[in-house]
């Protein structure tokens, strides 16, 4: 059974910075596409950056030049480091990958549990 598990959430004050991780666990052969969302209080959940298998990137418009998305293949990781944070950035995370669990399988969605960001002096 493949797992996501995140990391790295927490309080932060505005202008700060924090990583998250996101490390896949289980039965995998490939990680393919990821990416990070996001939901804040009576919001939808909003696409916040991902990165296709090739490592090609794309960024939600507000956050593009403060936060990257990054992947450790031989770790099953990825990341989402968070720079010059701001109030209107507080949400829950959510990781997010399509995994390939063995040679010619089929690849499948997986979500992580999410992880709490609050940025507030």
């Known amino acids: 059974q493949v797992q996501l598990a995140e990391s790295g959430g927490g309080l932060v004050q505005p202008g700060g910075s924090l990583r998250l991780s996101c490390a896949a666990s289980g039965s995998i052969f490939r990680v393919n596409f990821m990416s990070w969302y996001r939901q804040a209080p009576g919001n939808q959940r909003e696409l916040v950056a991902s990165?296709?298998?090739?490592?090609?990137?794309n960024y939600g418009d507000s956050v593009k030049g403060r936060f990257t998305i990054s992947r450790d293949n031989a770790k099953n990781t990825f990341y989402l480091q968070m720079d010059n944070l701001k109030p209107e950035d507080t949400a829950v995370y959510y990781c997010?990958?399509?995994?390939?669990?063995?040679?010619?399988?089929?690849?499948?969605?997986?979500w992580g549990q999410g992880t709490q960001v609050t940025v507030s002096s």
């Open positions: 997010n990958a399509w995994i390939v669990e063995k040679m010619y399988g089929p690849q499948r969605s997986y």
């Open positions: 990165m296709t298998g090739d490592g090609s990137t």
